[in-house]
Every structure is written in structure tokens, then in C-alpha cells.
């Protein structure tokens, strides 16, 4: 089983509406991370925990919240979505000691 | 200028051959330093650390020149299992840090 788990793994949706996206995972990390990747542009950091008690904004969170249910899950929404928020979004564990991250397999989404 | 700035690319080899990737980073308070490799539409996947002495897993060898804010990733007799895009991707340390990704580098093996 994978180590880094999304869902969805594809989404379609409309403009204004919400929507939830799930990250959990397996190895045992305290911190979590959410990213959207756009062509050209490479990944670019949206939110981040360093625990269950820990939220920190990254690079481009207008438009998006997180929620850090428990150190294994760790939820991104977009409140009202709009078309420039189409893009894959990867969730991300990573390794406080070597600082290297485990990426899960992405959630394509596309705002119409 | 990009906080992490890599060869454009795309790279198109032949199967055996040498390549070259090369990347900057602006940050001289940048602490951790990674090659990763994505393939087609899947997840970056950890290809490897970068170490002050430079290390090598195989036929992959990293360099890191802290004085230039450079890094390097050299592949030897590539494969076509090796086509992917190669990430560079640099880290600050302490309680703000965060990790930064470079556009990445596209390489085709041809056979």
C-alpha cells in the first residue's frame, strides 16, 4: 500500500463551489505539506503542519484552507473555487531529521 | 530572479550517453539541498541528497558548490528508464523553513 494517499485523484467541478481534498498517510511523519503544480511554473508551496496543533501559510494560501484532523491526515479546501485553481495538487510528508519528502500521487482538478 | 533557477531544457540523448543538469539558488542561507525526478503527470520522487563533499548513488553523481550556489547532477550511460523531468530543490533550516523547487529539467533517452 502506498505510504501517501490523496483522494481524489481527479475532480471536476464548477466555479463558487467547495471542495475537499484528503491526504493521509502511513510513515509515521509529523509534518505534512500541500503543494499545486501549474506547467512551467514547478511546485509551489500552498499550506504546511509541523503537528496536529500547527498550520503555517505557505508561498500561495489566498483561496485555500488546510485542517490537520490527526498527525495522519492532513485536508485542503478550497472555499469557492474558481478556474486559476485549476491545477495538481500534491500532498507531501516529509522527514524531520533528513528533511526529504514523500510525496503522494496527486489530485488532478479542474474548475469549469 | 527565480529562487531556484534550472537549465531549461528539454535534454534529448542518445541511450548510453552523459548528461548534465545544473542549477542555482539565490539563498546563501539554504541548508538542504535534494535532486528529485517526476515522470509524466505521477509525483516527484526523491532521487536523491545533495552533501557538501558531493556523493554518488550509481550511475547518479551530485555536486554542491556553496560558494557559487550551484548545484549539479550528472548521469552516466543513461537508460531510457531515465526520461523524466529532474527537480532541484533547496531547504533553509530552522522553524521557517520551507523547501524551494526549481522548475525542473525535461530529458528524453532516445534509443
Known amino acids: 500500500d502506498a505510504d501517501v494517499t490523496q483522494t481524489p485523484r481527479n475532480r471536476i467541478t464548477k466555479t463558487g463551489k467547495r471542495i475537499m481534498l484528503e491526504c493521509s498517510q502511513t510513515k509515521g511523519h509529523d509534518r505534512m505539506y500541500w503543494y499545486r503544480q501549474d506547467p512551467g511554473l514547478g511546485l509551489r508551496l500552498i499550506y504546511y503542519s509541523f503537528d496536529v496543533k500547527d498550520i503555517n501559510k505557505g508561498e500561495i494560501s489566498d483561496g485555500y484552507s488546510v485542517s490537520r484532523q490527526a498527525q495522519a491526515k492532513f485536508s485542503l479546501s478550497l472555499e469557492s473555487a474558481i478556474p486559476n485553481q485549476t491545477a495538481l495538487y500534491f500532498c507531501?510528508?516529509?522527514?524531520?531529521?533528513?528533511?526529504?519528502?514523500?510525496f503522494g500521487p496527486g489530485t488532478r482538478l479542474t474548475v469549469t | 530572479r527565480k529562487e531556484v533557477e534550472q537549465d531549461p531544457g528539454p535534454f534529448n540523448v542518445p541511450e548510453g550517453a552523459t548528461v548534465a543538469f545544473n542549477c542555482t539558488y539565490s539563498n546563501s542561507a539554504s541548508q538542504s539541498f535534494f535532486w528529485y525526478r517526476q515522470d509524466c503527470r505521477k509525483e516527484p520522487k526523491l532521487l536523491m541528497s545533495?552533501?557538501?563533499s558531493g556523493n554518488e548513488d550509481g550511475r547518479f553523481t551530485a555536486q554542491l558548490n556553496r560558494a557559487s550556489q550551484y548545484i549539479s547532477l550528472l548521469i552516466r550511460d543513461s537508460k531510457l528508464s531515465d526520461s523524466a523531468t529532474y527537480l532541484c530543490?533547496?531547504?533553509?533550516?530552522?522553524?521557517?523553513?520551507?523547501?524551494?523547487f526549481g522548475s525542473g529539467t525535461q530529458l528524453t533517452v532516445l534509443p
Open positions: 507531501a510528508t516529509e522527514d524531520r531529521s533528513s528533511y526529504e519528502q514523500y
Open positions: 545533495v552533501y557538501s
Open positions: 530543490v533547496v531547504s533553509t533550516s530552522g522553524s521557517a523553513r520551507q523547501l524551494t
